[in-house]
Each structure stands twice: as structure tokens, then as C-alpha cells.
């Protein structure tokens, strides 16, 4: 089964039994992570041994990861404002929302909202 087939399959069952992707992620060990890497599009600059490495080297962080990820949240990225085609408004509400919920930036990519950058302040 391809690298991406077995993605698949993990964020499927992931959404069945109500587990967030980050706590896969942190639960998962190096060796499994790198499994799922498709990495052939860089392995002039990382190598499934490095990528073992780092992530191995890592690992001893995860308490900490998983403390902070439970505590503050994990910063979010979305591109579903381009493509839905939001009202300003909703950007607006949207963005302030976010900003008051913790989050230090909001990044839209919407080539009709001034040269891409949306300014929630306005």
C-alpha cells in the first residue's frame, strides 16, 4: 500500500473515532512517522535515516508538546476563505475571532482581498 493510501486510511479512521491528527502524530514513534513520509521529492536534502534522526532526537519533547498543544491550542491554517469566496464581514468576524481566541496571526489567501493581505482591524 502506497504512503499515501495509508495516510488515508489513518486520517479516515482518525475522524471515525474522534482523535485530532496532532495526537496521532505525537503518539505515533519516529519510525512509524517516517513511514508515512513521502519523501521523494526531497531526499537530496532528507534522507528517511536523517528524518529517523531528527524525529528520534525529538521525541523526548512529545510531554511537553502534547502539554502545550492542550493548554494553548495549535495555531490553525485555512484556505477556505479564497475558495468559498466569504462576504468581508465574515472575514472580519472571522479574524477577530480568532485573534480572540489566542491566535498572534491571521493569514488569508485571496488574491481579490488587497494583493492578498486582509487587514481584520479595518
Known sequence: MTTQKTGRRYISALHVIGIPLWKLLLDLDPKQIVALLDLSYVTDVLSEEVALKILT??????????????????PGYDTSAGWIQFEDEALRSGALEMVSKG???????DPQIHNGIFDARK
Open 103 to 109: 491566535f498572534k496571526a491571521v493569514k488569508l489567501k
Open 57 to 74: 532526537e525529538a521525541r523526548s519533547q512529545r510531554n511537553n508538546l502534547e502539554e502545550e498543544v492542550l493548554c494553548n491550542g495549535y
